[in-house]
């Protein structure tokens, strides 16, 4: 029985995100993975029911759909590396820091990797 994979939604013209979609490979995920450039819009257009701007986003073979720091956590339990660390990352004062923090990152992603700042709403997040 073929498993479905987690939908990681990434910004590909981020170097930070490219950098983030590496690591993410490099601790090899015990399940299936799939990456869409949210840039993409073919790759998009298979998933109509995403706006992927502003931050990462995983969807869960389940269904399940996280973004920002939530995404990070919820893909812990599937990398080896960080398996053992996923209530860790769900406990409420570690997520408020992680969410703040990710969305600093988020917002700053552009100029912080070394490139011109963010464009056409590309660094916006959604309420």
């Given at each position: 029985?073929?498993?479905?994979?987690?939908?990681?939604?990434?910004?590909?013209?981020?170097?930070?995100?490219?950098?983030?979609?590496?690591?993410?490979?490099?601790?090899?995920?015990?399940?299936?993975?799939?990456?869409?450039?949210?840039?993409?819009?073919?790759?998009?257009?298979?998933?109509?029911?995403?706006?992927?701007?502003?931050?990462?986003?995983v969807l869960e073979p389940a269904g399940r759909?996280?973004?920002?720091?939530?995404?990070?956590?919820?893909?812990?339990?599937?990398?080896?590396?960080?398996?053992?660390?996923?209530?860790?990352?769900?406990?409420?004062?570690i997520r408020a820091i992680g969410r703040r923090?990710?969305?600093?990152?988020?917002?700053?992603?552009?100029?912080?990797?070394?490139?011109?700042?963010?464009?056409?709403?590309?660094?916006?997040?959604?309420?």
């Amino acid at each position: 029985m073929v498993q479905s994979p987690y939908l990681i939604f990434y910004d590909g013209q981020c170097r930070i995100c490219r950098r983030g979609r590496q690591m993410i490979e490099r601790f090899r995920p015990t399940v299936p993975v799939c990456f869409v450039d949210s840039n993409d819009a073919r790759e998009m257009a298979r998933h109509p029911q995403m706006n992927a701007r502003g931050q990462m986003y995983v969807l869960e073979p389940a269904g399940r759909l996280s973004g920002g720091y939530d995404a990070l956590a919820a893909l812990a339990p599937i990398l080896p590396a960080f398996g053992w660390m996923s209530a860790f990352f769900r406990l409420p004062p570690i997520r408020a820091i992680g969410r703040r923090a990710y969305a600093l990152l988020a917002a700053n992603r552009y100029r912080l990797g070394g490139q011109r700042a963010c464009h056409e709403g590309a660094c916006q997040l959604d309420p």
